[in-house]
């Protein structure tokens, strides 16, 4: 049986077509994630998040949904004001542990569902990022930050408070990282910790299970509880690690380690053999030991296939090498008898079932965006979004590069009437193997512009995932090429199939990625469009590779250090082509993007004002790669549709 139980309280309702859905609408949504299935398939726990703009921010309780009643309304379980999430059951289902910074800060509380008050379990004076129970209850894994020295919690804390008190201001740094995604290295790291409950259910001393290694647990800046999971018998935890070391920045050999719960035995390396990638540890019911691994070091968009290690045998075999889709989430159902995975497919993030014997995979969800997932005995219960309300929107194929099939979406407008031409906003995804596919943005939100009244075209270029993974490969070393050509067929194709767009009133707007190519676009296509928007956007790759962090991906794709390879660097350098700018520009960046810096912006707005072509900067102080503050991302979409309503006449 599959459930499906986040679209109906998220997604804007289709049959309102007299309103136009704003910005206003988007940010105000209530988003739904972390599903997490009673172990007896009764109930679902979930997180739903809804924003509160008088504060400026998202705040988070965690709610209940009886699977066994029909057509049943999910109850609020949690409502403080402060932020609740990470639901996690007990194995009797009866009690729910979760995260909450309800005391101050991030900490696990306990619910009966019997009834009655929620109650603290840990009292620790570090924030807990993340949290898992083990399979008898009878403790939990937890991890927080700390520095590697500190023999307590204590310590780490007063360290921190430390500087505060210092009027010297300045940090001293050794190796890299430096800084990562929007935060100043301080030298901790997140540690994998374990603590007993008690008979009252508070949890005692924390245990520092992974402290012996030079790593983060879970990873930074994304990773989470997939990064760790416990023994079927709950004696041990495996969790996913990077070694950090001085190569660190230009590393992404993440191996799974072993570890006693009880501390009695040093982490052991279990994938020393494969120097790529190896995450998401899975236990089946059998104590088998699925996970996702990757095959070329240094290439985070490598196709994940999934492994399976036989507890019986020690055994390891490629379950998934045939199938060319790249896994990025991985489960398993109770009884371990088939996994279960989400992958991107044509335009789709789909959910597959994997039979363990066989390792062939079945598509359960092919439709839509499969955000997440989790499985009973009988069921399986996913988190559902799709682009398809309330504008229309269409798939699309066409031959881009070489004659070869690419894939592309147009939608409505706002208010369309047949027999008119409406401008176009023609959005470029980031990644760059990345997709604007079928699923709901929050930052590039489609309906939006579409709201706005314009017609939106958004093509999977070569280098977008779900199409194979030679497609996936094909941009490495190619930036400005394959995709340059997929973007200009692509809009060549939508404009001649679809007669009620206007191809003479366009704008190319994008993000990361999409920003270098609008950025290329402004000199190698610089006169197809009426306006651009570049969020985010490098501007310079030369300058970029020394003032990013995480170097593995520029050396990936230009093919080596730019000391080493300064031609693959300056290939598809949009700095270079500046001479032949002359497209207004709208250009966009935060302050705390340390993927980006700020400094590519600064040089594009520079290079537009000295050139005398109309441009515009916008710079967010307090965002970083994301705009993720409610009333900023109002400001965003406001500045960026004005941008197009000055330039696009309509």
């Known amino acids: 049986m599959l459930a499906s139980f986040a679209d109906a309280a998220a997604r804007p309702d289709a049959a309102a077509g007299s309103k136009a859905f704003t910005v206003d609408d988007l940010v105000r949504l209530k988003r739904l994630t972390d599903p997490q299935a009673s172990p007896d398939g009764r109930y679902v726990a979930f997180v739903l998040r809804e924003t509160d703009m008088d504060a400026n921010r998202g ?117 890299m990282f430096v800084r990562h995604w929007d935060t100043w290295s301080n030298g901790t790291r997140a540690h994998l910790f374990t ?260 017609a939106v075209v958004l093509i999977d270029f070569h280098g977008s995932p779900g199409y194979g993974q030679a497609f996936t490969d094909s941009i490495s070393g190619d930036w400005g090429g394959k995709p340059l050509v997929d973007l200009q067929k692509g809009l060549a194709a939508a404009i001649a199939s679809y007669p009620w767009l206007d191809g003479e009133r366009a704008c190319a707007l994008g993000a990361s990625y999409g920003g270098f190519m609008t950025n290329w676009i402004a000199g190698n296509w610089p006169d197809r469009f009426r306006c651009l928007v570049t969020h985010d956007g490098t501007f310079d790759q030369r300058m970029m590779y020394y003032s990013t962090e995480e170097l593995w991906f520029a050396e990936w794709e230009s093919g080596g250090p730019q000391y080493e390879n300064p031609q693959a660097y300056e290939k598809f350098n949009p700095v270079a082509w500046v001479a032949k700018w002359r497209t207004p520009m709208l250009v966009i960046h935060g302050e705390q993007d340390f993927r980006i810096p700020y400094t590519q912006a600064l040089g594009a707005f520079t290079a537009l004002q000295r050139r005398g072509i109309e441009s515009t900067l916008l710079l967010f102080p307090d965002e970083n790669h994301w705009v993720l503050k409610p009333a900023n991302s109002v400001l965003w979409y406001r500045t960026v549709l004005g941008w197009l309503d000055q330039h696009l006449n309509r």
Not at 68 to 74: G, P, S
Not at 94 to 107: A, I, P, V, W
Not at 159 to 165: D, H, Q, S, T, V
Not at 395 to 402: A, D, E, I, L, V
């Open 195 to 454: 603590a007993r409950l008690a008979a009252d259910g508070t949890a005692g001393v924390p245990l520092d299970v992974s402290g012996s290694l030079d790593a983060d647990v879970p990873s930074k800046p994304f990773g989470g509880d997939e990064d760790f999971a416990f023994s079927p018998d709950g004696s041990a935890l495996v969790f996913s690690a990077r070694i950090a070391g001085r190569t660190e920045p230009w590393s992404t050999n993440f191996d799974l380690f072993q570890v006693p719960v009880d501390g009695s035995g040093a982490p052991r390396n279990l994938t020393a053999d494969n120097p790529a990638w190896d995450a998401q540890p899975v236990f089946l019911h059998n104590g088998d030991l699925a996970w996702l691994a990757q095959d070329r070091p240094g290439f985070e968009s490598d196709r994940f296939h999934v492994m399976l290690k036989s507890a019986r045998t020690g055994s390891v075999r490629a379950l998934t090498k045939s199938w060319d889709r790249s896994v990025n989430r991985l489960g398993a159902m109770p009884d371990g008898r088939s996994l279960l995975a989400t992958a991107d497919d044509l335009g789709q993030q789909a959910l597959y079932s994997i039979d363990v014997a066989s390792g062939t995979p079945r598509k359960l969800v092919g439709t839509g965006q499969v955000s997440d997932y989790c499985a009973t005995k009988d069921s399986v219960v996913f988190a559902l979004a799709d682009l398809g309300a309330p504008a229309d929107f269409e798939q699309f194929s066409f031959r881009g590069w070489n004659d070869e099939t690419v894939y592309g979406y147009v939608m409505k407008p706002y208010g369309f009437e047949s027999g008119k031409r409406y401008p176009i906003a023609f959005l470029v995804h980031g990644g760059p193997q990345s997709s604007f596919q079928n699923l709901w943005h929050y930052r590039w939100n489609a309906q939006t512009f579409a709201g706005g009244g314009y």
């Open 59 to 175: 705040r988070t309780d965690i709610w209940l949904l009886d699977l066994t009643q029909k057509n049943a309304a999910a109850r609020r379980l949690t409502t403080s004001p402060a932020n609740d999430t990470s639901p996690r059951w007990a194995p009797d289902s009866r009690t729910l542990y979760f995260l909450s910074s309800r005391s101050g800060h991030s900490q696990v509380w306990r619910l009966p569902l019997a009834g009655g008050e929620a109650t603290r379990v840990t009292d620790y004076p570090l924030d807990i990022g993340s949290l898992a129970v083990s399979p008898h209850a009878d403790l939990i894994a937890l991890s927080m930050e700390v520095f590697p020295d500190c023999m307590d919690l204590q310590c780490t804390k007063d360290r921190l408070e430390g500087p505060a008190k210092d009027k010297a201001a300045a940090r001293v740094y050794e190796r």
